[in-house]
């Protein structure tokens, strides 16, 4: 369960970019993050993630103030997938997704059976099992995307957090990343929350709608009757 | 043809071109007065090609002379030293340096002559020194032992490396400024010009490579070779006090230091050889991974050769100049059991020697405390007297190298260079 | 699974090593027979006490010293290459070979410079070993206030890199105003010598080296988590600031500890870390850890036998023979890679 009242987001005390931000999550939501460039999504992402603290008001995950709590602490509540590409040469797509396991390997990295069964459960949920045994770093994009949510997945974390995870993918393979991430947030219960521009996309998989408007205000819309007309609104899009 | 040449020659022509003016002012007063323009361009004109002319009378009146010059009239007794010679002619010295790998070919020849006489003709490629020669700089510390041991030291204008000369007369004149400082390794130029000295004393660079000599070349400051230290005979080096002392006419001073000093020499060597045993020996610290040693032809070598030591390497030809490049193991490995370590570089005490590397302390004569460095006679600086007055005192050093391997044969010999270390 | 594969690899290298090992003390500009190295080295009293000591006083802790400083070095470039995302990374990096670089310098040539007494010159071994490790904590301590400050690796390795420079600069003016004597005493010194640690000294050295190494165990899961970038890293629970520090730490340890001992020794810890990368196919540093402290000792041994030139009367510099086998090896490893 992941709320937040009136918060603020920014860089430091005199650089606040978004204020009154009010949102609620449960699990099993898909929500889509919505606004134009530079608005502050990315922000607004990397603050809920705990990546950078709030300028003001209040945030809670499951009864826990995020920011206030040690990294290794967080890492198991929230994973994230982001838009900087990861480059590592010699790296099986296998190896990748079990370092999801960080949070709960001992000192030395360790992988115990509790963690090699997660791993086989990830690789078939995303179906990815021929790809395993592969070097990360010769898939095509869409593959890699895969690898990467992989590893988010693995840590098994009730938030997931993505930025722009389909962005620079093609159509298919478009389609293919938010049927999975569908399925993951209703299959397995969990709260996930992405930010886009295919606002088509957008409103056929998620249930709710966060739009950061141009006005400064923050809206959340919930998949009701009217919800395509008040997103688009929101958006100050004239259809 | 000399520069003074040509200005006796101008002044004689001026007159006379000025006595034809003179002449014309008193007969044609008009046309003078005219013409006086004209007379003064056609005397220039007679000026100039008068002093053109007269080096070819000149040099016609003097052919005779430097036709009976040519012939040697004799040369300078060098018995041990092969790198240099000096022959005496009508008027003029010539001092010759020799390639002492090849005697036959010349590395460098200077013409030593009196200012008003001309250049000796089949001297074409030698360098001409004025004489009497004035003051001179010295570059290394051999050459400030052979100007000491001549009593030339007055005759010393320059010297670069302060801080490593011995002598403690070089310190007092640097102190009243009659000797200059002209730099550490890198000769301070402006200073030395200033000098006016008559030449410089250089080691090397014969083949054009020296940095210095180049520099002194572009200056016109002549340079003279003081290579010395290529004679790995001991009494061949200690010979080129000749070679100084021919610049200054001290010739016959030279002469008996060296009888002495040779005749003390032979008679050490003489008294070292009756000895019944050669004790071992061998010399230097290494560093790290090289251990230079001396290769059988070397100076070291020689002398302890001479002292009645059996160098361990006596029979090694050089792989680097005059050394060879070995290292711990192998100079262990033959050297384990020496009697004798001698030559250890800086180490002031046996502590030095181990705290330089422990392995060190392995070696017998270590630990039978018989090391013997010859840094009895050192400056702050880091120069070495050994390489200072030793060069020209052999037979001092003989003489310690003998009271070190055969203590018996000398027995009230106090060391000079040469300290033991504790 | 590699994991046969890797296993078969590092029990083939450890031999490989072990070979190499016994080959420096095999190996000599004197010639020992094998039979007698043997004797020496399993307990035997041999006739010859010359070569006993040459063995076991010489040689011993020349080999030992190899062993210890190719894990080290190669160890610490390996950090170094993580930690910097940069695949020509190496200890020098961080400038801190040139800081131990500095402090003998100031030890050798600024004495002379001075003029100070002679026996300043002579190359004490710990004097020496004071001075480098002198110069190299300095610059660490640079390096480590810059990193609280400044959070960007690229920075920090820039800041490196311009301090070695100007440290350099500061040797060369040093150079110019030192005897002839002490110039080269510090240019033998700038050769790096495995055979010339001391027996006392070379207790130190393993020491420094396998605590070193022990702590860059624990150091695997940081540095595989850095490979994902600090974001990623951090979101999986890894405290960014302590970890880097702690590899920082580490790395000069060992890179500064091993330049004060034995002098700079170039290439091995930049082309160690990519021989292992490519022989075991991975990014683990679980697995990487160990096989460069292997690849690493195996590799200086054999550098250090080819110094000694057994047989001839040359003595090469270390630094030389390693960087002629580094540099094609790395560019070796390269091609391979960019082909596939």
């Not at chain 1, 997938?81 to 370092?99: G, H, K, M, S």
């Not at chain 3, 460069?292 to 550098?303: H, Q, S």
């Amino acid at each position: 369960m992941l709320s937040a009242e009136n918060m603020s987001i920014g860089y430091g005390a005199g650089k606040q970019i978004f204020s009154g931000i009010n949102f609620s999550a449960v699990a099993g939501d898909m929500i889509g993050l919505l606004g134009v460039n530079g608005i502050g999504k990315s922000t607004l992402l990397r603050t809920i993630a705990g990546l950078q603290p709030r300028t003001g008001g209040n945030m809670q995950l499951n009864n826990l103030d995020i920011h206030a709590i040690p990294a290794a602490e967080r890492a198991k509540h929230i994973s994230i997938v982001l838009t900087e590409r990861l480059a590592i040469d010699n790296i099986t797509v296998r190896d990748l997704i079990a370092l999801g396991r960080t949070p709960y390997t001992g000192w030395l990295g360790k992988l115990n059976d509790t963690d090699g069964q997660e791993i086989e459960n990830v690789i078939r949920v995303m179906k990815i099992e021929k790809l395993q045994a592969r070097l990360f770093n010769q898939l095509s994009d869409g593959e890699k995307q895969k690898a990467v949510i992989a590893r988010a997945l693995c840590q098994q974390t009730p938030l997931m957090i993505l930025d722009e995870p389909t962005a620079f993918l093609d159509f298919r393979n478009k389609r293919e990343i938010l049927d999975i991430l569908k399925s993951i947030s209703t299959d397995l219960q969990k709260t996930i929350i992405f930010s886009t521009h295919d606002i088509e996309a957008c409103l056929q998989y998620c249930n709710k709608f966060w739009i950061m408007t141009e006005t400064g205000t923050f809206r959340q819309i919930k998949r009701n009757e009217n919800y395509r007309a008040e997103v688009m609104e929101a958006l100050s899009i004239t259809v | 043809m000399s520069k003074q040449m040509q200005h006796t020659g101008l002044s004689r022509s001026a007159l006379r071109a000025g006595n034809l003016s003179m002449a014309s002012d008193k007969l044609y007063p008009a046309f003078y007065r005219a013409g006086k323009p004209l007379f003064g361009t056609l005397g220039l004109l007679l000026l100039i090609i008068i002093s053109l002319l007269l080096p070819c009378c000149q040099q016609r009146s003097t052919k005779p002379t430097t036709q009976k010059a040519c012939s040697k009239t004799s040369s300078l007794p060098v018995k041990y030293a092969k790198g240099f010679s000096v022959d005496y002619y009508d008027g003029f010295k010539v001092i010759t340096i020799h390639d002492l790998k090849d005697t036959a070919k010349t590395l460098a020849q200077y013409v030593l002559l009196p200012a008003n006489k001309p250049a000796p003709v089949g001297f074409e490629n030698a360098e001409l020194i004025t004489t009497p020669v004035h003051k001179a700089v010295c570059v290394s510390t051999t050459t400030i032992g052979e100007m000491a041991l001549l009593n030339l030291l007055d005759s010393v204008a320059g010297v670069t490396d302060v801080a490593l000369i011995y002598n403690p007369q070089v310190a007092q004149k640097l102190k009243s400024r009659q000797i200059a400082d002209i730099g550490r390794q890198e000769v301070n130029y402006e200073k030395l010009v200033e000098l006016h000295p008559a030449f410089v004393f250089t080691s090397g660079g014969y083949d054009g490579g020296d940095k210095l000599q180049i520099k002194l070349n572009s200056l016109h400051i002549q340079s003279v070779l003081d290579l010395e230290y290529k004679e790995q005979n001991p009494l061949g080096r200690a010979e080129w006090i000749k070679f100084i002392a021919a610049f200054y006419n001290r010739e016959t001073l030279a002469d008996s230091l060296f009888d002495t000093i040779s005749t003390r020499y032979q008679q050490l060597k003489a008294l070292a050889a009756s000895a019944k045993q050669q004790p071992a020996v061998f010399c230097n610290l290494p560093f790290k991974e090289i251990w230079y040693m001396p290769c059988g032809e070397n100076y070291i070598a020689q002398l302890i050769a001479d002292a009645g030591g059996n160098f361990l390497w006596k029979d090694e030809a050089a792989t680097n100049g005059l050394n060879l490049n070995l290292d711990y193991e192998a100079v262990y490995n033959k050297a384990a059991q020496a009697d004798y370590w001698i030559n250890t570089g800086f180490a002031a005490s046996l502590k030095d020697i181990q705290a330089s590397d422990k392995k060190n302390a392995l070696f017998k004569a270590y630990k039978t405390g018989n090391v013997y460095s010859n840094n009895k006679r050192n400056t702050t600086g880091g120069g070495f007297d050994f390489w200072e007055s030793g060069t020209v005192r052999p037979d001092e050093i003989l003489a310690d190298l003998i009271a070190v391997f055969h203590p018996e044969l000398l027995k009230d010999h106090a060391l000079y260079y040469y300290q033991k270390l504790k | 699974m590699t994991t046969g594969r890797n296993t078969l690899l590092f029990i083939a290298l450890s031999i490989l090593t072990l070979i190499a090992f016994v080959a420096q003390l095999l190996l000599g500009s004197v010639q020992i027979p094998f039979g007698q190295v043997v004797a020496v080295l399993t307990g035997h009293h041999i006739q010859n006490e010359t070569w006993s000591n040459i063995i076991l006083q010489s040689r011993l802790p020349g080999a030992l010293a190899a062993l210890f400083a190719g894990a080290g070095l190669s160890v610490s470039g390996l950090q170094m290459q993580t930690l910097f995302r940069n695949p020509v990374a190496g200890p020098f990096v961080l400038g801190i070979s040139s800081g131990a670089s500095f402090g003998v310098a100031v030890f050798i040539l600024a004495a002379s410079a001075f003029g100070l007494a002679p026996q300043t010159h002579i190359i004490s071994g710990w004097g020496i070993i004071m001075a480098a490790s002198s110069g190299a904590v300095a610059i660490f301590l640079v390096i480590f206030v810059l990193s609280f400050r400044l959070s960007d690796v690229v920075a920090i390795l820039i800041i490196g890199l311009m301090i070695g420079g100007g440290i350099n600069a500061v040797i060369e003016i040093m150079q110019s105003f030192s005897s002839n004597e002490a110039l080269k005493n510090y240019v033998l010194w700038s050769f790096g010598s495995f055979r010339y640690v001391d027996i006392s000294q070379i207790f130190y050295l393993v020491a420094i080296v396998t605590i070193g190494c022990v702590f860059s165990f624990y150091l695997s899961k940081p540095l595989n988590l850095l490979l994902l970038g600090d974001t990623y890293a951090s979101s999986s629970g890894l405290n960014i600031r302590p970890a880097k520090i702690m590899i920082v730490l580490c790395t000069s340890i060992l890179a500064g500890s091993i330049t004060a001992f034995c002098g700079p020794i170039g290439f091995v810890g930049l082309a160690v870390p990519h021989i292992a990368r490519s022989l075991f196919k991975t990014a683990d540093h679980k697995i990487l850890t160990p096989a460069c402290i292997v690849l690493g000792a195996c590799i200086c041994c054999l550098c250090n036998v080819l110094a000694s030139s057994p047989g001839s009367d040359y003595i090469l510099p270390v630094n030389a023979i390693t960087s002629l086998t580094g540099a094609p090896v790395v560019i070796w490893v390269i091609l391979k890679q960019k082909k596939v």
